[in-house]
């Protein structure tokens, strides 16, 4: 997707995290953080909180690229958000993806997954329930 920028999907917790992005997969877009000490859980292991970021993040960002698509920009308000931790995340590069389950005028629902090496193995899920408020 050459027509939206890459800035516009990460947030400044985002970025602080080493968030970015990695690549377009159809019009979803995969982000990666690689392991590093701003990340750091227990002795090598990805901290949950940096997980459950890398999540969020790709959720907005899958939803961003869609309203962006329907020439809309709109602002988002967690709802609900849950985080199933499945296994370790190692000292190694991670990556999510988010697809958009339901979007609706006012709220979407997103389904997320991180992982390492394989997106078959995921680290983590979540389930996003987000509302969105059109920018004035």
Known sequence: MADTPDIALLTPYARSLGISLDRW???APVLRVDFSEAVLGRPGA???????GLLETAGYGV???????????AGF???????QF???GNEKR???????????????NLSVEAWQDDPLKPIA?????VMIRDAD
């Open 63 to 73: 939803l961003r690229a869609a309203l962006a698509r329907s020439g809309r920009e």
């Open 25 to 27: 997969d159809g019009e």
């Open 94 to 108: 991670s990556f999510a993806r988010a697809r958009i389950v339901k979007l609706g005028r006012r709220t979407a």
């Open 46 to 52: 990805l901290h949950g909180g940096a997980i459950s």
């Open 125 to 129: 899920s979540a389930v996003m329930n």
């Open 86 to 88: 499945m296994r370790a």
């Open 77 to 83: 308000v967690p709802i609900n958000i849950t985080v």
